[in-house]
């Protein structure tokens, strides 16, 4: 392939184009065919969930009978006399999931953000004595494997009196955001200090230059702390399923499709499982695309360094 | 060593540098975690100790006001005309007395009992129990459900363990804030003796928004990380130091402390444990070996793919690939499950039984494939972010020199990459131990062979902790499993974080 | 208020009492006047020597549905309403196949205790049915359901934890008197009785396809069965892949497993040359995966994987219980559906009759409810003549009241005899197994055969019997 011979100039460049040519072929081969491989699970989900058979697998691709019932089943169920069920009586209240999980992942996503703000802002534009100590706890906190205190958060809820409680989950969820403060700060640091010092020049208290100069300049990273803080609690199984235990009501959506894949009723509600996931799916797969040039600024904003 | 350096290597010396600075760099991160956990202890004890510097002095040479408020809390600051601050003090004082007096010494005391009588453990010799009288229950006849009788002395491990915790986090506090106390009613002392006026309540509150503006930003997330962080940490910390499991649970029954037995067991005393041990860890590092590299190599050489320059709808095949990482993991994972079931899905399809997930062997690969699956799209993103930056005029004097696409990118692009994302590959690496969710989802740890203490043959040892929390209560294992994994990631990350130069530009930046 | 429906109850025991020989024995006289709000005085009737001396053994009948009692009982949930606002609030965990059931059973409790001093507020919750009920209930007593299904197997971790309450005596002359024998032994523990008999087929049996087997000679040896279903394009399913269900095996090659309450010892004689002879009969079977014998059932665990099965005709027959019996029905046609005991399969060198584990599901009431008495009359409901009755004509599953066992309906019911003819080889699991026992991996063991295709070694199989008894009886 080294080799460069002495060839006429014409046919190598006829060569080179051939050559050229057929690269490119196989690589929108071997493209198409990693497409494919990557899409067809979720292209099964969202067939699964339009199946009109109950069970959790067939031996045919395609349904034979395809229904959009699935999805009406999420959010209405009626009893034995055709009468709908209010929300609290149903089987899997997958509509009350939603809004349990709209409602955490909102108030959680507001709070953290300023944590995060605020954390980042300090260590990356003030100067205080125990500015390391608390930079080495940090670094020392995080390493703990997350789940390992989940026992002990419980208790802890219950003596404040919000365990299996939304409320409960919320705090939990924003409490642990002032670690979570390395991306930002990252970004801080490359805004220059000068605007700083202009601003204490002209009498501004540091107060005032966090909200007012400060912030105003960070949308990109504003925008991106909120979407990945809002999108945690959509995703979030195993903290959630030790804190709800059987509080069904409470449960979120992740934790209530889970258990609609238990053994005692997989092969009825399977495919009702499947019309949940792509329901949820869809809203948190466009939120990410929109996100994910500040996902990439993000993560290589600290690699890029490296 | 900086780039420039780096590049002049060849491929060889490159991949060979990158190594031995990762493994040369594990018994030094050991070294620096201790030292940074040293540090840490030092700073925090330098600031005790600093606290006490001039504790003296300043009793000595204080006025009157200034001894007083050794002992009442404010009063120096009440004598010197500060009486807002003076006033706070106290009430600070007042309360911590309060708090300890109904609340907290109760815990203090129980937090090591010795010589109690426990109907329930007859014949043992306790060596501190965490509480000191166990629920005694009579039934009530007329429901048969048991009545606690001694309702009013009745201990919970539980709640004396988290207490006693919070009772010193707060002692530490108020010992903190008494320390303050005396240095301000020295200062105002000074400023006084200077013949000026101290500083008055009103402007002392107003550089919490300038001078002090660190202490208000950080206030409430401090609060939140201590009760809801460091608070259940230190207790699960404490957990793996006594016998709390399935036949020592709360409310029920009491536990107590065991010393360092806990550690014995699942290190070298206890040869089912310790084996179980063993295994899982070695599978935990396998696994983090290649779900971290088989991500990162075929994630770059899918990002070369799609941006190569002749490839057209380079938006259409990023995003094909992006929906899959955007689907929440749980439902992608779900699905792969069920996809991959040796009674479900791809074999029903097929009218085969392959056991993608029931054999240990075919079970290991198809996790690692599957992460693949879930994790190349995340280094594709982010791999072509970093492709654009490589500079235009690198290709061009290679082109020149001769260099074709495959030696331009195993003398340009790779190491490119590889030098830009070390620290991204090791934070992966960390979290890849850590990965729960693709064991948790996909094979729940199994299979699960009788050697095997409660865990299975594609367990980590974060899933191995889950399983010892929630299915089988055994809550001191699991905690010290977590104090090891601690120790693993902390290594992990210390090795990113000296190895990246980012932290070194911070250490210049203060 | 308070004072007078205690003393109400306190008479109906003394009157329950005088009627037995039971009033003799040193019994504390109930009749002080307790107040509902003191712990220590409502233990009024308790005296540790009372305690000794009463047992599930001899205790009086007291008749539950006649008028005065049920008022006095409603005069009891009352008093308890009023000391927590006025709402009896209780939570019931049942298996979500049971769900609806259960709630509708419920909604008749309210109209039958319905009552103007309280209201009712309770909740049916499915997260968690009688295979998990035990075990999350022991994960936070205080935070388990007031009134929980359950398996029988996992009493005694329950009664250890000190989570699970005794039946109230009101209760228990009822019960005695109206369940089957071994249905209220399983409910004691050291004599005291601390659970409701609900059904009596938490064990299994097998479910075979009648065109398949077409006579009963067909369904008497596994390997035969295996030969026809093989021949027939389908599977026999035993699910060695689970503890419960391979634990058949052990038994019958003659190996033991016991717990001592009193030491919280687990043992098993798994590591014995009777065990290896189970581990190779398993072996024997799992040579047949995949042409006639289908030994795992995956994740999916093994209802699902029956269900399918069938649905799907890839399956012949299925060792499986009651539980499935209206979803086989529905596949397959319920003039196809035959149920028998369990073959006999090739264990040493002859064909020996498969064991296997016999259990009741049974109701029990949380020792932290702010509400005994409303749950323990809730309980009761749950699991007497009439609801046992209505279980089975819903749900198919088999009574444990006598006067239900003996009608004609149950009685014809072929499960039940199925049942009926499992009993002598089953092992009740009340006394003899702890959570320690299923946390051991015994089922991954019985799994590493089967994906192994029954190609294990001697020296492997004794291994892997010695690990798993090193687990069972660990500490």
Known sequence: ?306 | MDYLDYVQMTTGQKIGYKISSFFGGIIPAIGTLFRIIGAFFKSLFSLIGNGFKGYGYRFANGDAGTKLSYIIMGAGSLMHRQVGKGLLFLAAEVAYFMFMANFGMTYLTKIYSTNVTMSDYPNMIFNGVIGSEAPIKEKDMLTGVPKIVNVDTVDDSNRILLFFILTVLVSIAFFAIYITNTKSAYASYEVLKEGKKPIGTIDELKMFLDERFHVTLLAIPVVLLLLFTVLPILFTICIAFTNYDIDHQPPGNLYWWVGFANFADVFYSNPMKSETFGKILVWTLVWAVFATFTNYIFGIILALLINKKEIKFKGFWRTMFVITAAVPQFVTLLIMRLLLGETTGLNVLWGTSYPFLTDANWARVTVIVVNMWVGIPYTMLISSGLLMNIPEDLYESARIDGANAFQQFTKITFPYIFFVTTPYLITTFVGNINNFNVIFFLTGGGPSPASYYKAGQTDLLVTWLYKLTVNTSDFNLAAVIGIFVFVICACGSLITFNMSKASKNEEEFS | MVTKTKRALALILTGMMAATALAGCGQTSPNVTPSASTPAASGSTSTSDGESQQGASDVAVTDIEDAGTIETLKSAMADEASANGGTIKLEVWCSSDDGKFEKTLVKSFKEKYNDSRYKFDISVKTSYGEDKAGSKIMESPKDGADVFNFADDQLSTLVQGKAIAEIGQLFQGNVKANNTEDSVAVCSIDGTAYAFPKTSDNGYFMYYDKRVFKTEEDVAELDKMIETANAAGKNVFISLGNGWYNAGFYFAAGCTISYDSATKKQTASFNTPEGLNAAKAMCHVSQKVGSGFMGSAGQSGENATVQQGFSDGTMAAAVIGTWMGPAIKKAIGEENVGAAKLPTALIGDQQVQLHSFGGYKIVGVNAFTKFPIAAQTLAYYLTNADSQKARYAERGLIPTNKAAVESDEIKNDPALKAINDQKPYAHAQGQSVSSKFWSANVGGFGGDIVTAKGNMSDADLQKGLQDLVTQIESE
């Open chain 1, 1 to 306: 392939m080294t080799k460069m011979t002495a060839q006429s100039s014409n046919s190598k460049q006829a060569s080179y184009a051939a050559q050229r040519k057929l690269t490119n072929t196989v690589i929108y081969i071997i493209l198409s065919v990693m497409v494919v491989i990557w899409i067809f699970p979720i292209f099964w989900l969202v067939i699964q969930s339009l199946r009109g058979e109950e069970g959790i697998s067939t031996s045919y691709f395609f349904p034979k009978q395809w229904t959009l019932d699935n999805y009406v089943r999420l959010f209405v169920e009626y009893d034995e006399n055709g009468v709908a069920l209010p929300m609290d009586e149903m089987t899997y209240p997958y509509g009350q999931w939603i809004l349990n999980t709209f409602i955490v992942a909102i108030v959680s996503c507001v709070i953290s953000t300023l944590i995060i703000l605020m954390v980042s802002y300090t260590f990356s534009r003030l100067r205080f004595k125990s500015r390391k100590t608390f930079l080495n706890l940090g670094l020392i906190l995080g390493m703990f494997p997350g789940f390992m205190s989940m026992a002990a958060t419980y208790n802890i809820m219950e003596i404040f009196g919000l365990k299996q409680s939304l409320v409960g989950l919320m705090i939990v969820y924003s409490a642990g955001a002032g670690l979570g403060y390395q991306v930002s700060k990252g970004f801080f640091d490359t805004i220059p200090r000068s605007l700083d010092e202009a601003a204490k020049i002209d009498g501004a208290t540091r107060n005032q230059i966090f909200w007012q100069i400060i912030l105003p300049l960070s949308k990109p990273i504003i925008v991106y702390t909120a979407l990945t803080t809002f999108i945690g609690p959509w995703g979030d199984y195993i903290f959630v399923s030790y804190f709800m235990k059987a509080n069904q009501s409470n449960f979120t959506v992740a934790l209530g499709l889970y258990s609609m894949l238990d053994p005692e009723h997989i092969t009825e509600y399977f495919t009702t499982f499947c019309a949940g996931a792509v329901l949820i799916a869809i809203p948190i797969t466009i939120l990410f695309i929109i996100m994910q040039r500040y996902y990439v600024a993000g993560v290589t904003g600290g690699a890029v360094k490296g």
